[in-house]
């Protein structure tokens, strides 16, 4: 069945980094745009980042702009996040989406936490 | 960046009472593009409602969204016991980089 399943999340120091992993399978990878999207604890839903099929095309959320890049890897299947210079108020779950079947997102993973804390 | 404002932030109603939710956005959202997601705690977001109106595979029909343009609606019918959950609406209209969530409305028994 269409799955996303992200990995990588854990507890790490104020500046330092972290690679978040998604991996997708059920369906074809390469056709679809992926975004990342988080949740600090006991908050809403944060758009952060997209990447086009091709990974041609990126954009960022400002809040991380210029410390988290996205990037793909089509032949493998997987979807990742470079997260660099971490900051507390980054701490939250961190969820891969894609729109599968519709044009907003019905495909999420299960999430990943990542604990910003000295 | 376009903000989206959802009220009321709390609902309580009892099952079977009706349920309205508003999802009000401060610039016209372009062609409806407006989803509804359910959460319930522990779980990552269900998408129930894409382009303001239209239902995802397997949402049922006492599920509705309407509107346009600045005010977007969801309603629920008549509530089930599993319906309890916090709702959010998001813009995914021009750029991916203004794509904005609100800040949800939790629905609870009463």
């Known amino acids: 069945q269409v799955q996303l399943v992200e990995s990588g999340g854990g507890l790490v120091k104020p500046g330092g980094s972290l690679r978040l992993s998604c991996a997708a399978s059920?369906?074809?990878?390469?056709?679809?745009?992926m975004s990342w999207i988080r949740q600090a604890p006991g908050k809403g839903l944060e758009w952060v980042s997209y990447?086009?099929?091709?990974?041609?095309?990126?954009y960022y959320a400002d809040s991380v702009k210029g410390r988290f890049t996205i990037s793909r890897d089509n032949a493998k299947n997987s979807l990742y996040l470079q997260m660099n210079s971490l900051r507390a108020e980054d701490t939250a779950v961190y969820y891969c989406?894609?729109?599968?079947?519709?044009?907003?997102?019905?495909?999420w993973g299960q999430g990943t936490m990542v604990t910003v804390s000295s | 960046e376009i903000v989206l404002t959802q009220s009321p932030g709390t609902l309580s109603l009892s099952p079977g009472e009706r349920a309205t939710l508003s999802c009000r956005a401060s610039?016209?959202?372009?062609?409806?593009?407006l989803a509804w997601y359910q959460q319930k705690p522990g779980q990552a977001p269900r998408l129930l409602i894409y382009?303001?109106?239209s239902r995802a595979t397997g949402i049922p029909d006492r599920f509705s969204g309407s509107g346009s343009g600045t005010d977007f609606t969801l309603t629920i019918s008549r509530l089930e016991p599993e319906d309890f959950a916090v709702y959010y609406c998001?813009?995914?209209?021009?750029?991916?980089?203004?794509?904005?969530f609100g800040q949800g409305t939790k629905v609870e028994i009463k």
């Open positions: 989406a894609t729109p599968h079947s519709f044009d907003a997102f019905d495909i």
């Open positions: 059920g369906f074809t990878f390469s056709d679809y745009y």
């Open positions: 990447i086009s099929s091709s990974g041609s095309t990126i």
């Open positions: 610039q016209s959202v372009s062609s409806s593009y």
């Open positions: 382009g303001a109106s």
């Open positions: 998001q813009q995914y209209g021009s750029s991916p980089s203004s794509w904005t």
